[in-house]
């Protein structure tokens, strides 16, 4: 079986040093395709980088929430220049952190509406991480309308973001979390519809069953595509292969 890992965190400090080590042993795990996801503009680039010294390796431009007080005009023309690339699939990793408050939340809400306005400017999509921000990010998502289409990674929130985004034509992402004993989304692996769902590592982040407390990587994904097959009462080898599909198309990849 083949896998795509649609969000990993490569140029993270944690993993870049063995990165080509975690590249391996992904293939080795039949991992063809990985998502190396930015959180600014410096690692953006060196997802950049990764992305052409790596066959199916593909990197994303964006600022996450955490790092949404570096937000300025200046910051957003840079990721702006940076989705020129073609080695660059998506916005983001963008979205609303209400749990750590990282950034002030009137900036994190800024910084989102412009990523979505670089998702309609360029046509690539966005790459969204929500937690304890629901009603805002609903809010925002009406906002900019139809004319973005995102992935709402690593997906954690309720069932009226994930309800209103899927209405949207919108993407859902699950990571190692479904495989955790104590996992409570069953009923969202199910509601995605079988051409909008996607599985990721979240790497070096959420390591799933049976590696839960070691450092994630792109190589454990087949463990989270499995468990999503269980819990939807889909063949693993069909329900893998789908999601192989499905981020091709949700990123453009050739």
Excluded at 10 to 18: C, I, M, Q, R, T
Excluded at 87 to 97: H, I, N, Y
Excluded at 100 to 111: A, E, I, L
Aim: proline share 5%; net charge negative.
């Amino acid at each position: 079986m083949q896998y795509t890992d649609s969000h990993a965190h490569l140029a993270d400090d944690k993993v870049f040093p063995d990165v080509e080590g975690v590249v391996a042993r992904a293939r080795a795990a039949g991992v063809t395709t990985i998502v190396s996801v930015a959180t600014g503009s410096d690692d953006a680039r060196t997802c950049i980088q990764l992305a052409e010294r790596f066959p199916g390796v593909y990197a994303t431009a964006g600022i996450h929430p955490h790092r949404a007080a570096e937000y300025d005009e200046d910051a957003i023309r840079d990721i702006r220049l940076l989705l020129d690339d073609a080695r660059v699939v998506a916005v983001g990793e963008t979205g609303l952190d209400y749990h750590y408050d990282f950034s002030p939340r009137d900036v994190q809400r800024t910084s989102f509406a412009r990523h979505l306005e670089l998702s309609c400017e360029t046509g690539k999509p966005t790459i969204v991480h929500s937690r304890e921000a629901d009603d805002d990010m609903r809010a925002l998502l009406r906002e900019a309308g139809q004319g973005t289409v995102g992935v709402l990674h690593s997906f954690s929130s309720g069932r009226a973001l994930l309800e209103e985004a899927l209405a949207m034509g919108w993407y859902a992402s699950f990571s190692g979390m479904v495989t955790f004993k104590k996992y409570e989304g069953a009923d969202f692996v199910r509601m995605v519809p079988a051409d909008r769902i996607l599985v990721e590592t979240d790497t070096p982040y959420l390591a799933p069953v049976p590696h839960r407390g070691k450092q994630n990587e792109p190589a454990f994904v087949p463990h989270t595509a499995a468990r999503c097959a269980e819990l939807r009462s889909e063949d693993p080898a069909a329900f893998a292969a789908r999601t192989v599909e499905n981020a091709r198309r949700f990123y453009g990849l050739r």
